[in-house]
């Protein structure tokens, strides 16, 4: 939504409405309710997390410590920005202080990294055994916007 093009970091300055991302509904949303005169900030989030859940990660280990069964895309590896949960409280704050229509903010602490791959992570945890514990899914990962 934010990069320009692909493998590209996220800036507030861009924005593509075109995307296949489906979290652009509420920024087009946005940009409705600022057509008909409304003060509307967006800000967009990162994986929020704190000292208990870690975003998506947690419900993927979950899962994972349920089934012992793990799939992963290409070769497992992902680039997950994240920020803390009380950076988004303050930065909530700060765009409510500011009080500028029609900005937009990345709520990022932490840029994301290429993270381990999940299925050596669950491994080396105990969570999953070598063996056949984890499949790979060739499919392209591609994010659609339904109404």
Known sequence: MGAAAPGQIATED????????????????????????VNVSVVRLAQVHNTVKQGFVSSLTRVVREKGVSAYIGNG???WAAVHVLDTARL???VLEKYEP????????????ESSNFRTCWESEGW????CSAARVNVPARATATK
Do not use: I, M, Q
Request: aromatic letters at 8%; charged letters at 25%; zero cysteines.
């Open 14 to 37: 861009f924005y593509d409405p075109n995307t296949h991302n489906p979290r652009k509904a509420t920024e087009n949303a946005g940009a409705a309710a600022a057509d008909r005169g």
């Open 77 to 79: 590896t992902n680039r």
């Open 92 to 94: 909530y704050r700060l």
């Open 102 to 113: 029609g900005a937009r903010y990345n709520a990022v602490a932490e840029e994301g990294r």
């Open 128 to 131: 999953v055994t070598p063996s």
